[in-house]
């Protein structure tokens, strides 16, 4: 299943991932790769099993099997710290900010800009200004004021900030949790416009969504996932739009579904 | 506030006067802003009232009963405060129960020693003679005196607070640990999503409550010289009050130092203000109560606006 990739190492490879939680499998199996400067798409329903891979990749959970190689190297995180350490950025969907504190404190958090020495060691607020100013305009995103609170913005616009912090704080691999799910036809396809942005800028991304129709414009490869399987790992041109719907867990219910709905009443 | 009480009481806006509503103000300041820190990181802190009296009354005990050097006696009881906001905090994180619960749990233990061990170590309910152990002029001169402004007196403590507010808000808006702190208030999940330290923040705000609550004991210790084993007992809400009243969130992740240290100045203002008025001071309780109701009512309108294009 290696498609058209090009040559060359993968930035991040799973060899046989699964996890379990107790008894239950939530994950068995699960083998993809993803390369700079591509989407690697991971598709699936609810309960599919994609935030747990998030979850593995993202440092929050050790697999329970299989191999995480970074660069081609083994590796495993037991912090979201970690994982952030070496290059691999998460933004989740609800929990990619903090509503109540400013964007720009909200850009850096966790990775604060410091000046002066010793215990005088502060925040460089006016750096911290002054490059999130900076960044999100170079990502195209037009913000006011980055001293309102992220709560007054909209979703698409916290995602955009989420993907622009991750791609300035030198994330080499971006997960992007369902970033477009919640949002309204325009917002979602401002965030597909960044997450192209990212992939233009040489990241990985990997882009987890339950809506092929996002999923299949910005993808380069399409992990698909069901009751925590992997049911395919594809290259784009292996796969249509059409048939990555079909194939979606509830393809061929919904098929059934829509023929039973239609039988008119009475009948 | 102030407008109001200075043009109803001459006594109320005299030098002398302000020197004494900035006294209750000030050692309820002190821990105001420490409980604010808290809140703004998303706990709370019930045993930080009766950790004054474990303090106060380890430095009673220590030089009294067991002839001590104050300051020996001093440094043992900031020991033993942050032991007991380690304690806490680590209890907090590790369960991830609500810090109402274990704290509730320490601030009953805690009452309970403090009397059981002043009674088991003098006898008494009262842990005293402070004043007669090696260093306590020194001692006195740090936590205890006086100073004078246009004639009137005013205690020391009143500086310990301004340096406390002062400190407070600096590490709140210019340090990295601050921004933990709202961010841990705010989000705990996401803030450790992108890397912040939530646990060890915690842990830091509840040792640094408990460290205020050194410094308050200590400043009654001293200037006391004898600790009843009920002291600080009660005025754990009392710091809440005053938090929530300087526009902190119950919450968590909003709230400022300045503010709680104005919710304490309120606080002073009104205790020594009905007083001065000649009121019956039952009416205090009801002041407080109508300025704890407004202050949360103005506060949902903040969130409200913070959270207005929120989906």
């Known amino acids: ?267 | 506030m102030f407008a109001f009480f200075a043009v109803l009481s001459e006594d109320f806006r005299s030098p002398g006067g302000v020197a004494n509503w900035l006294d209750p103000a000030s050692t309820l300041g002190i821990m105001a802003v420490a409980v604010a820190l808290l809140m703004i990181g998303g706990h709370f802190d019930l045993s930080a009232g009766v950790m004054t009296g474990t303090t106060a009354l380890t430095v009673g005990v220590a030089t009294g009963q067991w002839g001590w050097n104050i300051w020996a006696a001093i440094a043992a009881a900031l020991a033993l405060a942050l032991a007991i906001g380690f304690a806490n905090g680590w209890l907090v994180t590790r369960t991830g129960l609500p810090s109402f619960i274990i704290t509730l749990g320490t601030f009953l233990m805690l009452q309970g020693l403090n009397l059981g061990l002043t009674k088991a170590f003098t006898g008494t309910v009262v842990a005293g003679g402070i004043a007669s152990a090696p260093g306590y002029a020194a001692a006195e001169a740090v936590f205890a005196s006086r100073f004078t402004i246009a004639g009137a007196q005013f205690r020391v403590a009143v500086l310990w607070w301004l340096l406390i507010t002062v400190l407070a808000s600096y590490v709140l808006l210019r340090t990295r640990f601050g921004n933990w702190v709202f961010a841990t208030g705010g989000d705990p999940v996401a803030s450790r999503n992108v890397g912040v330290p939530a646990r060890r923040t915690t842990i830091t705000l509840f040792m640094t409550t408990a460290a205020a609550a050194w410094l308050v004991g200590t400043i009654l210790a001293v200037r006391l010289t004898s600790v009843q084993a009920n002291t600080g007992t009660g005025n754990e809400l009392i710091y809440i009050v005053a938090a929530v009243i300087g526009g902190c969130l119950l919450t968590g992740g909003f709230g400022s130092a300045v503010g709680a240290s104005l919710g304490a100045l309120i606080f002073g203002m009104t205790q020594l203000g009905i007083p001065y008025l000649d009121w019956d001071a039952d009416w205090f309780y009801f002041f407080l109560g109508a300025m704890l109701l407004l202050a949360v009512l103005a506060n949902r309108l903040v969130r409200r606006y913070a959270e207005a294009a929120r989906r």
């Open chain 1, 1 to 267: 299943m290696s498609g058209g990739a090009p040559a060359g190492t993968p930035l991040l490879e799973l060899r046989g991932i699964g996890k379990d939680y107790g008894s239950v499998i939530a994950l068995d199996g699960i083998s993809t790769s993803v390369r700079a400067g591509e989407v690697t798409c991971v598709l699936g329903d609810n309960g599919a099993g994609k935030s747990t891979l998030i979850k593995v990749l993202a440092g929050v959970h050790r697999p329970t099997r299989g191999e995480l190689l970074l660069d081609g190297r083994p590796v495993s995180f037991s912090a979201p710290r970690e994982a952030l350490d070496a290059g691999i950025a998460t933004v989740y969907q609800d929990l990619a900010m903090i509503p109540l504190m400013s964007i720009w404190r909200n850009f850096f958090l966790g990775s604060e800009p410091t000046t002066g020495w010793g215990p005088f060691r502060r925040f460089d607020s006016v750096t911290a200004k002054e490059v999130t100013r900076r960044e999100l305009a170079a990502m195209g995103i037009d913000i006011r004021d980055p001293d309102q609170p992220v709560g007054t913005l909209s979703g698409g616009e916290r995602q955009s900030v989420a993907i622009a912090r991750a791609v300035h704080l030198g994330a080499r691999v971006l997960i992007l949790d369902e970033p477009t799910s919640a949002l309204g036809v325009r917002q979602a396809g401002v965030v597909l416009r960044y997450i192209a942005q990212a992939r233009d800028r040489g990241l990985g991304v990997v882009f987890i969504t339950h809506n092929p129709h996002h999923a299949h414009p910005v993808g380069d490869r399409f992990l698909l996932l069901n009751r925590g399987r992997s049911m395919g790992d594809f290259a784009k041109g292996e796969v249509g739009r059409d048939e990555l719907t079909t194939m979606m867990a509830g393809g061929q219910e919904l098929t059934e579904l829509a023929e039973e709905l239609e039988r008119p009443p009475g009948s």
